[in-house]
């Protein structure tokens, strides 16, 4: 007896896959006897020799190291200097206040980093939790992280498969792949090998693998592969090896904070040495610059930035988008590839009839899906209106469910209802989906039961009356499935299966009154390639009266009459085509990558408007390619068929290696590597596995590919909220900024304390840049295309804006600072005074924040009410700094006359002036740019025209 091979240990070095070798060559090679199993010995030894069945999910990082990541922004950095500068010459408030910004900060994402443990995890418990093995000869139940390999297993409809199987033995064997491999339809086993040792895991027909669900049949083979080495852990293995990108919106602030770092550095500098050479004290420099630094960093920024994001959130998942990561949200705005598994994703996983062949007629079925609402019509007699059709499914809805007659009021002929009655008859469906407890069964018997309901045939009473006699179950060897039901003609055969089989059985065929006639063999094959050829699964239908109550060794006969072909197709979501196109306009380019076949990729492709020239590739046909040539493909290639998790990751990681911002949506286990390597992963909410959803970014809980144009909208509002409010920050950093050094050079007395920079930056600006990230989307918003992934927060027209705006704040807040200087008044009454100055600037500048190219008198003054209410409570705290006598310490701040707030409001409100000049002039420059852009365009299409002529 041979002992389990190395090619256990794993899977590189087979040499031979096992879906190759024949059974006897696999049960040597594992040393078991197919019939009696493993004993109790060699159970205990293989278990200590290969460990249990389970997925290793690997060392969680310490919880003090996930807390101490939180403090690695630049931002952050500064600011823990200044509160420490601040604790060493005891401006204990300017501390405290800094101090709380920081734990605030780092308290917001410490949850985040467990999120990619959860996705290994997932993984794990998609195992069996039990398995049916033989072990001694006899039959038990155990635990399925108990099975080794050699474990002959038992596998039945219904049952997860506990490992990866070599099977031996199959009737009637069928497996749900799909959260596996992508395919829609349930995969039929074989036991014979496949002879091609580079096939994707769904064209191995000999293998069921672990964590599959087994949907007919039944089964029995030897395990090969077990926890980590099964196709499932090697998933697993890929998602735990893959890195996470950081997402564009993380990168664009990271520069952000090392440029203001280096701003900070070199301000500090020039602070210390110009203090030194006018004479100040050390303390006073020290002051002035732990001032400048505060007024320099955006202390609210971070949190800001976490509050934009966290609205974000909650409008997303308003619109059924669920988010994840905090930063993802933004990335959905910037995105410009969107990867998507087609099997509940853009299709709905629900097979469903849409033409019979019948008679020497062809009949379009209308409806999708597994609702019995549609028509039956003759094709060419479908012209009615939609309103029509309406109109005739209102009426529908009074009738039965199920409806009461066999023609429900179409004019079918009678070969076309034989054909639905022997695909309603030929069936081990229960019922239909939402019925009963006991409904369900496999999609393409669900589809030939719509299909009958269509028509008008009542489920239970059509079974009642002709009761069922005899069954020969389907089985992929035979590639048919037949039952002997009671009519009152006596017993009938009824036949479903493969075109060719079905014809081959048959001797006549029906016509269109139901007389039997010579059978044209030629002409429904021809039939059948052509429905094949749009991308339909097809069906053929028989039937025969007979004698006998059973059938004799299982078989039907060949003396059948052919009834007609049932072609199906797994429908594209309705709003799918919408959502393709939504993307397509805003400038986003679509994949479809899916496990089914190619011939059925092309025709879903063709029906949302995906793809080229350049047709579907098939996943083995990249195995061979360098990254050069892949390259090439991707760019070109919007459908891929018969992809693996491998070649799905490789498409995503060539992608983003060419500058891409890539997005992957899916549902299955086989979407969890690539859904963690790019820039964001979108998992069904609905129909997804819990691999999916834990290893992705974003879940749609309606499994609506549609939700995903609302989340790219939301998310191109939140990156222009980060923006704007950004901007607001820093350009009223500016003016605090130029204000502080040009008392510095003055000579001045610096215009405000380091606690009145504070108060600026994490009161009165803390509350209204909070307010800017409620604010709503402008206009025509999704209709711009994808931003430019190297395009910062900060681009040069907001960068130029920024500076003017805070030189002129700052001229306009030194201007009043010299006015009330040149009078007899206090240092504490001056500084009072520049410091409502900027205030009272920050109050009228966060109205032009609001949009950078309307007018403030364009944009309606309650459209974003937080807006309001922030200045309104700002206005109110400022007025305590200044009136109540415990903040006058604290601020060293005195109240200001009537007047006084006359000529400081005045002076406030020239910055709407100059905003609006500004705005003016840039709304010009690019109508003269898109101006220019139709001439030109005018200019080609004129000179085509003249060469035309």
Known sequence: MVEGSTALDTEAVEDTPWHVRDTDQVAEELGVD?????????????LDRFGPNQIHTGEMAPWWRILLNQFTDPLIYILLIAAVVSVIIQEWTDAAVIIVVVVLNGAIGFVQEYRARKAIQALAEMSA??????????????????????????????????????????????????????????????????????????????????????????????????????????????????????????????????AIGVAVLILSVVVVGVGLLIGWELNEIIRTA??????????????????????????????????????????????????????????????TVKAVWSGGERYDVTGSGYEPEGQIRRNGDGAESEKEEAEEGEAEEGEAEQGETADDGQDLSEAVRRTLLAGLLANEAGSLPGEDDDSGGDPTELAVLVSAVKAGYNLDETREEYSRLDIIPFESERQFMATLNETPDGPCVFLKGSPEVVLDRCAKQLGRDGDEEELDVEGAREMADQLAEEGFRVLGMAIRVQDGRDFENQDPGDDLVFAGFQAMEDPVRPEAVDAVDAAHNAGIRVLMLTGDHAKTARAIGDQLKLGSEAGAREGRDLEELSDEEFDEVVRDVDVYARVSPEHKLRIVERLIDQGQIVAVTGDGVNDAPALQAAHLGIAMGQAGTDVAREASDMVL??????????????????????????????????????????????????????????????????????????????????????????????NRPVLHRMIWLGVFMAVGTMATFWWVLQQDVSIEYARSVALTQMVMFQFFHVFNCRSFHRS??????????????????????????????????????????????????????????????????????????????????????????????
């Open 290 to 351: 732990v001032a400048l630094a505060v007024g320099t960093v955006p202390e609210a920024l971070p949190v800001v930035l976490t509050v934009t994001l966290a609205i974000g959130v909650r409008r997303m998942a308003d619109r059924n988008a669920i988010i994840r990561s905090l930063p993802a949200v933004e990335t959905l705005g910037s995105t410009t590839v969107i990867g998507s598994d087609k099997t509940g994703t853009l299709t709905k996983n629900e097979m």
């Open 701 to 794: 809980a309606d499994d609506n590919f549609a939700s995903i144009t609302n989340a790219v909208e939301e998310g191109r509002v939140v990156f222009a909220n980060i923006r704007k409010v950004t901007y607001f920050l820093l350009s009223t950093g500016v003016g605090l900024v130029i204000t502080i050094l040009s008392a510095l050079f003055a000579p001045w007395p610096l215009p405000y304390v380091a606690a009145q920079v504070l108060w600026i930056n994490l009161v009165t600006k803390g509350l209204q840049d909070v307010a800017l990230a409620f604010e709503p989307g402008e206009p025509g918003l999704l209709s711009e295309p994808p931003r430019d992934p190297g395009e910062g927060v900060i």
């Open 34 to 46: 197919p019939e009696k199993g493993l004993s109790d010995e060699e159970v205990k030894e293989r």
């Open 856 to 949: 403030i008198f364009k944009v309606s003054f309650l459209g974003n009410p937080y807006v309001v209410g922030a200045v309104g409570i700002s206005l109110l705290a400022h007025l305590g700094i200044l009136h109540l006598s415990f903040m006058q310490a604290v601020f060293e701040t005195e109240p200001l006359p009537l007047e006084v707030w006359g000529i400081i409001v005045l002076v406030s409100l020239s910055i709407i002036v100059v905003a609006e000049i500004d705005k003016a002039t840039l709304r010009r420059k690019h109508r003269r740019t898109s101006e220019g852009e139709e001439e030109t365009e005018g200019s080609r299409q004129e000179a085509k025209s003249g060469g035309g002529g």
């Open 129 to 258: 939790p039990k398995a049916k093995v033989v072990r001694d000869g006899q039959e038990s139940e155990i635990d399925s992280k108990e099975v080794v390999p050699g474990d002959v297993v038992l596998l039945s409809s219904g049952g997860q498969v506990p490992g990866d199987v070599r099977l031996f033995k199959v009737d009637g064997l069928e497996a749900d792949e799909s959260a596996l491999t992508g395919e829609s339809e349930p995969v039929s086993k074989q036991v014979d090998p496949v002879d091609d040792e580079k096939a994707v895991p769904g064209d191995q027909f000999s293998m069921a693998f672990s964590g599959t669900v087994i949907t007919r049949g039944r089964g029995r083979g030897v395990v090969v592969r077990t926890g980590q080495q099964s196709e499932l852990g090697q998933i697993a293995e890929a998602t735990q090896k893959v890195q996470e990108v950081k997402t564009p919106i993380q990168e664009k602030m990271d520069f952000l904070g090392k």
